[in-house]
């Protein structure tokens, strides 16, 4: 994992923790605070997705130029 990787997820880990410990001592009903634990965590849930999938397409595009390179490579140089 490259060091921005472990930068978002410490970073991520942070608010997870820190949210944890702020749902736990507030003055509310153990099932409002599991309510709101549960919202959050789909939230960072879903953040994580869409930042996952944007990486993926960007090694998509990376593949494909990469792809294209190596095709243009071949029909210069080989054939």
């Known amino acids: 994992m490259n060091e921005n990787g472990k930068v978002v997820v410490g970073v ?4 997870i923790a820190g ?20 919202d959050t965590l789909k939230s960072v849930a879903d ?10 397409d960007i090694l998509k595009d990376k593949k494909s130029d990469v792809s294209h390179a ?3 490579f071949h029909e210069d140089f080989v054939a």
């Open 19 to 38: 949210a944890a410990i702020g749902f736990l001592l507030a003055p509310e009903k153990g099932s409002e605070i599991r309510e709101r634990i549960n």
């Open 47 to 56: 953040d994580i997705q869409k930042r996952v999938n944007e990486q993926v």
């Open 70 to 72: 190596a095709h243009e």
């Open 12 to 15: 991520l880990a942070g608010l």
